[in-house]
């Protein structure tokens, strides 16, 4: 008999509710009203994974923080700005992403290589340092609901709201929890599009194994958004272990390592559909779900495909079961599709059974088409692959957000 894994959402828990961590978030000048500058800190220096965009343009920020997380595996604190992403800024942007970890090493008297740097923002103007440096020196971290909401606000951009989750689970009788936040609105697309996330947890893992399970939680999480398509400078996610939970330590042959995984899934699969529900301009999330594929990787490609379609987007904007738009992303997703076998749901509406229409209403596809999360459900009937994938629909005010990005 199998077990039952027990990850329950913690309604009242932050980014600060693993033991061991505290955050901070203030105003500094880079942007015009909202917060635009955090730190996320640990007691002691925590184990640390992260992920980065596939955009061959890195931003300095990530060049820093490779750099620091490959002299020891081991992060004190992240320093984050928004409103500028410090992106194509040449050896000047390297240097004030140098000096952004110097002086938050020296504000927290750790070693310079335990400080990650994140930036956020317009690409290709040189950091206002005259701002970002004497505004480290006041950030006072804490770990009260103000703190946390603080710190949520001062990594946005276009975003409409902070992206906040919390998990909770019980390994070697311990009980663990793992928290994070985000950000994420526009030029997002599956391999890490430009979106910050950090997670904190306080379970017991060393780096290399917190990697390995990172990597593979991303690839059927957050690289399985998309709003846009484009893929940006920028950006990562990035988990800090603190050790303080008091269980044994953690690998793929513990028994708890289920309970792990599944807590880890969640959170970053809870912060990727709050990315996708708040795209740029967004309506309406978009959840797809592909079974039936010959490969879990064919039926994530089909996913992907559909959620990414332009067409699909703007008809599930304007309310249109237009399935042919559906069908056509499946064909040209890359994946390996029998054009003679496909089913296909949106919401409760059978539209498609062995690729023959099912005549299906069209007052009850244009109601159901009217909820803010949209379910697309595709059976494509050779095995027994499976996928999901998350965006949201493309409106007007998508392209009025862009046109005026910088102004």
């Not at 480290?136 to 909401?149: C, F, P, Q, R, Y």
């Not at 595709?378 to 046109?403: F, P």
Request: net charge negative.
């Amino acid at each position: 008999m199998i077990e039952k894994i027990n990850v329950k959402q913690i309604d009242q828990g932050s980014i600060v509710t693993p033991k061991g961590f505290q955050v901070a978030g203030l105003h500094s000048g880079v942007k015009r009203k909202r917060n635009d500058l955090g730190v996320l800190y640990c007691e002691k220096p925590a184990n640390v994974a992260a992920v980065y965009t596939l955009n061959k343009i890195q931003a300095a920020p990530i060049h820093v923080t490779k750099e620091s997380i490959e002299q020891e595996n081991k992060i004190q604190a992240v320093i984050i700005n928004s409103g500028n992403a410090n992106a194509c800024t040449g050896e000047q942007g390297r240097k004030d992403a140098y000096t952004m970890r110097n002086v938050t090493a020296e504000k927290f008297q750790v070693p310079e290589h335990y400080i990650a740097v994140a930036s956020t923002g317009i690409i290709g103007l040189e950091m206002p340092m005259d701002k970002i440096v004497p505004h480290i020196e006041k950030l006072e971290v804490g770990v009260s609901d103000t703190h946390a909401a603080q710190f949520g606000e001062s990594i946005l951009t276009t975003d409409t709201f902070s992206k906040a989750t919390c998990f909770e689970a019980e390994i070697d009788g311990k009980k663990v929890s793992m928290a994070g936040v985000a950000k994420g609105s526009g030029m997002i697309e599956p391999n890490m599009g430009t979106m910050l996330g950090f997670i904190t947890t306080d379970v017991n893992i060393e780096s290399d194994v917190l990697q390995t399970a990172l990597k593979e939680v991303v690839d059927q999480t957050f690289n399985c958004i998309t709003v846009d398509g484009d893929t940006s400078t920028n950006d990562m996610v990035i988990v800090l272990a603190s050790d303080l939970a008091g269980n044994e330590p953690l690998t793929p042959n513990h028994q708890d390592w289920a309970a792990f995984i599944e807590l880890l899934t969640k959170t970053c699969e809870d912060l990727a559909k709050q990315i996708a529900r708040d795209g740029e301009g967004a309506t309406k999330l978009i959840e797809v779900e592909v079974k039936g594929a010959a490969s879990n990787e064919d039926a994530q490609k089909v996913a992907k495909s559909i959620v990414g379609s332009s067409l699909v987007k703007t008809a599930v904007f304007g309310t249109d079961a237009n399935w042919g738009r559906i069908i056509a992303a499946i064909g040209y997703s890359g994946a390996d599709v029998n054009p003679e076998t496909i089913d296909m749901a949106i919401g409760p509406m059978t539209l498609l059974k062995n690729s023959q229409p099912t005549g299906f209403s069209e007052e009850e596809a244009t109601n159901y088409l009217q909820n803010e999360t949209i379910e697309i459900n595709v059976h494509l009937n050779m095995d027994e692959g499976i996928g999901k994938a998350w965006g949201c629909d493309l409106t007007y005010d998508y392209v009025r957000i862009n046109a005026s990005y910088r102004s």
